[in-house]
Protein backbone atom coordinates (compact mmCIF):
# COMPACT_ATOMS: atom_id res chain seq x y z
CA UNK A 1 0.00 0.00 0.00
CA UNK A 2 2.81 2.44 0.79
CA UNK A 3 4.17 1.90 -3.09
CA UNK A 4 0.58 2.91 -3.77
CA UNK A 5 0.58 5.80 -2.00
CA UNK A 6 3.72 7.42 -3.55
CA UNK A 7 2.85 6.68 -7.00
CA UNK A 8 -0.64 8.81 -6.60
CA UNK A 9 1.52 11.43 -4.70
CA UNK A 10 3.92 11.36 -7.63
CA UNK A 11 1.50 11.31 -10.25
CA UNK A 12 -0.17 14.57 -8.21
CA UNK A 13 2.59 16.05 -8.71
CA UNK A 14 3.64 15.19 -11.80
CA UNK A 15 0.58 15.90 -13.75
CA UNK A 16 -1.06 18.46 -10.76
CA UNK A 17 2.02 21.25 -11.00
CA UNK A 18 -0.56 23.93 -12.80
CA UNK A 19 -2.98 22.71 -10.67
CA UNK A 20 -1.14 23.25 -7.55
CA UNK A 21 0.08 26.95 -8.95
CA UNK A 22 -2.97 28.07 -9.48
CA UNK A 23 -4.10 27.14 -6.07
CA UNK A 24 -1.79 28.74 -4.78
CA UNK A 25 -3.08 31.93 -6.31
CA UNK A 26 -6.38 30.95 -5.23
CA UNK A 27 -5.55 31.10 -1.70
CA UNK A 28 -3.20 33.89 -1.71
CA UNK A 29 -5.65 35.90 -3.32
CA UNK A 30 -8.82 34.51 -0.18
CA UNK A 31 -5.72 35.55 2.15
CA UNK A 32 -4.57 39.18 0.92
CA UNK A 33 -8.48 39.64 0.04
CA UNK A 34 -10.29 38.66 3.24
CA UNK A 35 -12.91 36.43 1.72
CA UNK A 36 -13.19 32.54 1.53
CA UNK A 37 -14.81 32.14 -1.82
CA UNK A 38 -11.17 31.61 -3.81
CA UNK A 39 -10.31 29.19 -1.15
CA UNK A 40 -13.62 27.05 -1.87
CA UNK A 41 -12.35 26.85 -5.10
CA UNK A 42 -9.47 25.22 -4.03
CA UNK A 43 -10.81 22.80 -1.70
CA UNK A 44 -13.39 21.63 -3.87
CA UNK A 45 -11.23 20.93 -7.04
CA UNK A 46 -8.94 19.21 -4.81
CA UNK A 47 -12.00 17.18 -4.13
CA UNK A 48 -12.41 16.11 -7.83
CA UNK A 49 -8.60 15.80 -8.54
CA UNK A 50 -8.44 11.57 -7.52
CA UNK A 51 -10.99 11.13 -10.13
CA UNK A 52 -8.29 12.75 -12.71
CA UNK A 53 -5.26 10.54 -11.38
CA UNK A 54 -7.97 7.40 -12.25
CA UNK A 55 -8.50 8.56 -15.99
CA UNK A 56 -4.40 8.58 -15.99
CA UNK A 57 -4.29 5.39 -14.39
CA UNK A 58 -7.07 3.92 -17.42
CA UNK A 59 -5.14 5.37 -19.53
CA UNK A 60 -1.91 4.14 -19.14
CA UNK A 61 -3.46 0.64 -18.52
CA UNK A 62 -1.89 0.68 -14.83
CA UNK A 63 -5.08 -1.37 -13.42
CA UNK A 64 -4.20 -4.36 -15.66
CA UNK A 65 -0.33 -4.12 -14.87
CA UNK A 66 -0.93 -3.75 -10.66
CA UNK A 67 -2.95 -6.28 -10.84
CA UNK A 68 -0.34 -8.84 -12.41
CA UNK A 69 1.87 -7.70 -9.23
CA UNK A 70 0.68 -8.33 -5.39
CA UNK A 71 -1.98 -5.44 -5.29
CA UNK A 72 -5.80 -6.30 -5.63
CA UNK A 73 -8.63 -4.80 -6.69
CA UNK A 74 -9.75 -3.63 -2.72
CA UNK A 75 -5.95 -2.35 -2.85
CA UNK A 76 -6.78 0.31 -5.92
CA UNK A 77 -9.75 1.43 -4.82
CA UNK A 78 -8.90 1.61 -1.09
CA UNK A 79 -5.68 3.55 -2.01
CA UNK A 80 -7.55 6.73 -4.25
CA UNK A 81 -10.10 6.93 -0.75
CA UNK A 82 -7.32 7.15 1.63
CA UNK A 83 -5.97 10.33 -1.23
CA UNK A 84 -9.25 11.65 -0.24
CA UNK A 85 -8.88 11.89 2.62
CA UNK A 86 -4.87 13.24 2.68
CA UNK A 87 -6.10 16.30 0.23
CA UNK A 88 -8.92 16.53 2.58
CA UNK A 89 -6.04 17.09 5.09
CA UNK A 90 -4.27 18.95 2.95
CA UNK A 91 -7.11 21.75 2.05
CA UNK A 92 -7.53 21.98 5.99
CA UNK A 93 -3.96 22.84 6.55
CA UNK A 94 -4.24 25.34 3.45
CA UNK A 95 -7.40 26.79 4.76
CA UNK A 96 -5.93 27.41 8.12
CA UNK A 97 -2.71 28.85 6.68
CA UNK A 98 -4.77 31.35 4.47
CA UNK A 99 -6.73 32.41 7.78
CA UNK A 100 -3.93 33.22 10.03
CA UNK A 101 -2.35 35.20 6.96
CA UNK A 102 -5.59 36.88 6.58
CA UNK A 103 -5.98 37.42 10.43
CA UNK A 104 -2.55 38.72 10.46
CA UNK A 105 -3.03 41.38 7.52
CA UNK A 106 -6.72 42.02 8.39
CA UNK A 107 -5.75 42.22 12.19
CA UNK A 108 -9.04 40.31 12.65
CA UNK A 109 -8.52 36.51 14.04
CA UNK A 110 -10.54 34.71 11.70
CA UNK A 111 -9.45 31.62 12.74
CA UNK A 112 -10.87 32.03 15.94
CA UNK A 113 -14.16 33.19 14.44
CA UNK A 114 -17.04 30.81 15.13
CA UNK A 115 -18.17 31.56 11.22
CA UNK A 116 -15.26 31.21 9.97
CA UNK A 117 -14.49 27.42 11.50
CA UNK A 118 -17.66 26.53 10.15
CA UNK A 119 -17.44 27.63 6.79
CA UNK A 120 -14.26 25.98 7.13
CA UNK A 121 -16.02 22.82 8.31
CA UNK A 122 -18.58 22.72 5.90
CA UNK A 123 -15.55 23.31 2.82
CA UNK A 124 -13.98 20.08 4.77
CA UNK A 125 -17.44 17.93 4.28
CA UNK A 126 -17.90 18.81 0.73
CA UNK A 127 -14.65 18.33 -0.23
CA UNK A 128 -15.19 14.58 0.80
CA UNK A 129 -18.65 14.43 -0.46
CA UNK A 130 -17.69 15.75 -4.31
CA UNK A 131 -15.80 12.21 -4.54
CA UNK A 132 -17.89 10.02 -2.28
CA UNK A 133 -20.51 10.87 -5.23
CA UNK A 134 -18.50 10.95 -7.89
CA UNK A 135 -15.67 7.66 -7.58
CA UNK A 136 -18.51 4.80 -7.65
CA UNK A 137 -19.55 5.50 -10.81
CA UNK A 138 -15.54 6.14 -11.98
CA UNK A 139 -15.12 2.64 -10.64
CA UNK A 140 -18.49 1.32 -12.11
CA UNK A 141 -18.38 3.50 -16.05
CA UNK A 142 -14.59 4.15 -16.25
CA UNK A 143 -12.87 7.06 -16.50
CA UNK A 144 -14.11 7.38 -20.10
CA UNK A 145 -17.61 6.71 -19.92
CA UNK A 146 -17.69 8.54 -16.93
CA UNK A 147 -16.49 11.56 -17.98
CA UNK A 148 -19.59 13.07 -19.06
CA UNK A 149 -20.65 13.13 -15.54
CA UNK A 150 -17.00 14.31 -14.48
CA UNK A 151 -17.48 17.04 -16.32
CA UNK A 152 -20.61 18.18 -15.55
CA UNK A 153 -19.57 18.04 -11.59
CA UNK A 154 -16.21 19.86 -12.66
CA UNK A 155 -18.61 22.63 -14.08
CA UNK A 156 -20.86 22.77 -11.15
CA UNK A 157 -18.16 23.68 -9.01
CA UNK A 158 -16.72 25.52 -10.95
CA UNK A 159 -19.24 27.69 -11.48
CA UNK A 160 -20.33 27.22 -7.63
CA UNK A 161 -16.75 28.68 -6.15
CA UNK A 162 -16.59 31.57 -9.01
CA UNK A 163 -20.21 32.98 -7.54
CA UNK A 164 -19.50 31.77 -4.13
CA UNK A 165 -16.09 34.22 -4.81
CA UNK A 166 -17.81 37.16 -5.35
CA UNK A 167 -20.80 36.93 -3.23
CA UNK A 168 -18.40 35.98 0.00
CA UNK A 169 -21.96 36.61 2.40
CA UNK A 170 -23.68 33.58 0.93
CA UNK A 171 -21.17 30.87 2.65
CA UNK A 172 -21.02 33.51 5.66
CA UNK A 173 -24.98 32.64 6.04
CA UNK A 174 -24.44 29.21 5.38
CA UNK A 175 -22.34 29.20 8.10
CA UNK A 176 -24.29 31.31 10.34
CA UNK A 177 -27.13 28.43 10.03
CA UNK A 178 -24.50 26.08 11.47
CA UNK A 179 -23.13 28.43 14.47
CA UNK A 180 -26.89 28.65 15.31
CA UNK A 181 -27.97 24.83 14.90
CA UNK A 182 -25.71 23.04 17.51
CA UNK A 183 -27.03 19.95 16.37
CA UNK A 184 -26.43 20.39 12.62
CA UNK A 185 -22.62 20.32 12.91
CA UNK A 186 -22.98 16.46 14.22
CA UNK A 187 -25.85 15.80 11.88
CA UNK A 188 -23.61 17.24 8.86
CA UNK A 189 -20.81 15.33 9.95
CA UNK A 190 -22.64 11.65 10.59
CA UNK A 191 -24.04 12.29 7.49
CA UNK A 192 -21.17 12.75 5.27
CA UNK A 193 -18.98 10.16 6.97
CA UNK A 194 -22.06 7.57 6.20
CA UNK A 195 -21.88 8.71 2.98
CA UNK A 196 -17.97 8.38 2.27
CA UNK A 197 -17.80 4.84 3.78
CA UNK A 198 -21.19 4.17 1.65
CA UNK A 199 -19.24 4.71 -0.88
CA UNK A 200 -15.92 3.52 -0.84
CA UNK A 201 -17.93 -0.07 -0.22
CA UNK A 202 -19.64 0.62 -3.43
CA UNK A 203 -16.68 1.07 -5.35
CA UNK A 204 -15.02 -2.07 -4.08
CA UNK A 205 -18.21 -3.84 -4.76
CA UNK A 206 -18.31 -2.21 -8.34
CA UNK A 207 -14.50 -2.43 -9.90
CA UNK A 208 -14.67 -6.05 -8.45
CA UNK A 209 -17.18 -6.59 -10.91
CA UNK A 210 -15.94 -4.85 -13.77
CA UNK A 211 -14.49 -6.25 -16.48
CA UNK A 212 -10.99 -4.47 -16.88
Known sequence: MKGLLLKE?????H?????????????????????????LSV???????????????????????????????????????????????VSSVIAAAVS??????????????PIYLSTLFVICLLMCSVPSLMLPFVFWLGAEKGRLLYCIFGGLIGAAGGMLSSSSFVVAGIAADVVSSPLLIPGLLAAATALFGASWLLSLKLFKRREL
Open 15 to 39: HGRLFILLAAIMAAISAFGGTIGPM
Open 43 to 89: VMFFGIYPMTLQAYDERSKWPQYALTLTYSRSDLVNIKYILVLILAL
Open 100 to 113: CISGIIYDKPMSLD
Open 9 to 13: LYLFW
